[in-house]
């Protein structure tokens, strides 16, 4: 009998889900209890993939929640959950957000898009927010940062700095957004050295900073000496600096983790957009819509820049910025090949948001194929 | 070819250390008729405690030793609530990884962020010198060699000594035990403090030398495939040591598969590990005398002198 539960850690998932839940119900009944006499709070729910300590995607998210709380210290109550699994648990914990009387749900990772679908049609007065989905309803809006801007910059910078020109990546899950970061560094750093390749490691998985640091092992071992990374831990970094080799931090500014090796890091900025969008939500101005917000929208910004990077790489590095921003830019710009040399994008033109939502091929340049 | 083969053998290794300690801990429990499922659990106390002293006082063995405390105390919350108070093994174990993920959040909470310099390398003198297998077999930090002292340790006590013998006794037939007058209660809840030192010390390794930082959650699971390890290698020690290397080793190749461009879809690489792991159960539960041999006949039950 304990040989099933063992294997089965999703159980221990539900478990703790049911602890959870408990928490949630006494939750409900103090409010319940309190409502009457003091005015009535809004509630702002999040639900994360790891947990807030991971110093990467959910950490910047929850900032983001904690500024909301900061703003809204009189009317708004915020909660989350963290740890998510995708799946069944992400349904439920949903439901019970959305039961308990909240009025405005962010979903914060990709897998959680179909249940909060699913959910916002059986809570139409609740509203949802998913991040980096394609799913929206009347009550249901999504948002999602222009990453790959930043993975351009990065690109143009590790371009500049490899010796070995081998760059290496790890990465999640082969979803459109990890595929598009991969792609937009590839063709920023072939821009200004052509040699360069790019060796792509698939660890299935946002968070295990033991697993992450082994491929960061085995990128290194294999002559990367610039490791890029689209997991959350600052494991990677770590390893990175310690192998003394350059890095780019993910999500937030890691640089604790490799002073030395971090040449910069692409910030996930929430703040602004989660303090509009629970303003929109009080004054009932809340509208379903999509936001895809990059440098120009402030919701990804570069980390300070590695003081080992030469003055006319960074100077490089913040054109492109400001090409961005002013529109001048765009890193997907042809013509760019695939990996067989077709043209997927022709010269003089621009991969349009429904092309880069949907991206699910490698360009010229990364070596191995996309798992399926 | 050695300096392509070596690296990969070196990570393999470190993949493979906190198992070892963590499974190994947890054949000596299991021997003595204890199912604790609360592995992941202590581990990670045992993983945040180090990091924290490591911090602290930038000292390794203060730092090791304290990894080691923090899984015996959260070990000792489960001795004293199955065999003292006779609480349901597999939910007290349950319950204890969920509140030591918890612990470990809140007493890890102001050392996000930090860094540890990580454990001093050791060679061992003339034998470090062989080319390739010196620096590959002989130069480590404390805890992997340690790991395999441990293994060849348990493996010895358990066969060929006195303590050993009293042990599978209380695990095979604690009424037996009792009545010959051995402490049941107070013989496993030795093994259990083991146990949890052992993890403590896995997790160690983790926030110490495999990635010397705290992030909530980076044992990611590893305390449940210790779990697995102990039946995969039929309650024996230093089959849960093989057991372990072969889960690393399967996990680092298939990273570094990836690299190489190796065309096969990595989730099926991942999921590698975990299939060996089944086969290797099914072949050995297959023949159910020799499982019925090796799994201790009283593991799971709770002891009342009593009944």
Known sequence: MWLTLIRDRRKLMILKRIVLGVFLITGMLFNAADGSAAEKKAKVGFVYVGPIGDHGWSYQHNVGRLAIARTFSDKVKTTYVESVPYGADATRVITKLARSGHDLIFTTSFGYMNPTLKIAKRFPKVKFEHATGYKRSKNLATYSGRFYEGRHVVGLIAGKMT???????????????????????????????????IKVVWVSTWFDPGKEADATKALIAQGADVILQHTDSPAPL???????????????????????????AIIDDWNAYYINRTKAMLEGTWKSQDTWGGFKSGMVKMAPYNKAIPADVVAMAEKAKDGIIAGTVHPFTGPIKDQSGKIVIPAGKTADDGMLLGMNFYVEGVDGTIPK | MSELVVPVLLT?????????FAAAGEVVVEKSGVLNLGVEGMMIVGAVVAFAVGVKTESATLAILSGATGGMLTAFIFGFLT???????????LALTIFGLGLSALIGHGFVGKTFSGLPKIGIPLLEQIPVLGSLLFVHDILVFLSVIAVFLITYVLN????GLIIRAVGENHHAAHSIGYSVVWVRMGCILFGGSMAGLGGAYLSLAYTPLWVEGMTAGRGWIALALVVFASWRAWRAFFGAYLFGGITIIQLHAQGFGVDIASQFLSMLPYLATIVVLVLISNNSSRMMLNAPADLGKSFHASD
């Open chain 2, 12 to 20: 393999i290794i470190t993949a493979s250390t906190p198992l070892v």
């Open chain 2, 83 to 93: 065999l003292r108070l006779l609480a349901n093994q597999v939910a007290t174990g």
């Open chain 1, 163 to 197: 010796k070995s020109n081998i760059l290496g990546y790890v990465a999640s899950y082969p979803i459109p957004e990890v595929i598009r970061g991969i792609n937009s560094t590839i063709i920023a750093a072939r821009s200004v050295n052509p040699k360069i390749k």
């Open chain 2, 160 to 163: 060929k000594t006195r303590l």
């Open chain 1, 238 to 264: 770590q390893q990175a600096q310690k192998n003394k080799v350059w890095a780019v931090g993910q999500a937030s500014d890691m640089v604790n983790f490799g002073p030395k090796a971090q040449l910069t």
